[in-house]
């Protein structure tokens, strides 16, 4: 079957740590891989994609790399900033379904 | 364009009354999805619909729930009767095959 699994959160970090938060999937085919963000009070948002392996999608220095040998999208980014306190969701796409995961809630601190 | 709309916003209601929510779509967007997001148990897909046809309902938790899309440009969601269980954040999503879920801004329904 199709599923998503992420870190557990709540991640807090101090402004300008480095950020990761694993993801792995399981899928049958050749699934596109997305991670989301939620605002506070607001729906989720596509934050980057990936749709192939060994694609890296990237957007407002967070990144992420589609990796089918270990089946993980993890997500990076270098210096985070307070404004990045989300949720952020991992998710798959396979044909016209999309599976999420659980999300990971971040905080970031002054 | 005005991105998925969702209606209402907020949503406070007793034990045993209707509630509906609803959702416009994005206009030329095929495929419409309903979630429910709770702290427990996270974001969960409850019905799907592609071409105003459900597709997959079987995330709907019990028959209180039903979805409808009558047109290509709304869609409702009731519980009848509804349950303090029953209080979180319902979102709508639409798709037209390229890639991006677009998600509306979600009735937060609180069930007293």
Known sequence: GNSVTQMEGP??????????????????????????VQYPGEGLQLLLK?????????????EATYRKETTSFHLEKGSVQ????????CALRNGNQFYFGTGTSLTVIP | DAGVIQSPRHEVTEMGQEVTLRCK???????LFWYRQTMMRGLELLIYFNNNVPIDDSGMPEDR??????????????????????????????FAGAEKLFFGSGTQLSVL
Not at chain 1, 12 to 23: G, K, M, W
Not at chain 1, 54 to 62: C, L, Q
Not at chain 2, 68 to 90: C, G, H, W
Request: aromatic share 16%.
């Open chain 2, 25 to 31: 779509p994005i206009s030329g967007h095929n495929s």
């Open chain 1, 50 to 62: 990936a749709t192939k392996a060994d694609d890296k999608g990237s957007n407002k220095g967070f």
């Open chain 2, 65 to 94: 729930f039903s979805a409808k899309m009558p047109n290509a440009s709304f869609s409702t969601l009731k519980i009848q009767p509804s349950e303090p269980r029953d209080s979180a954040v319902y979102f709508c999503a639409s």
């Open chain 1, 11 to 36: 991640v807090t970090l101090s402004e300008e740590a480095f950020l990761t938060i694993n993801c792995t999937y399981t899928a049958t085919g050749y699934p596109s891989l997305f991670w989301y």
């Open chain 1, 82 to 89: 307070v404004s990045d306190s989300a949720v952020y969701f």
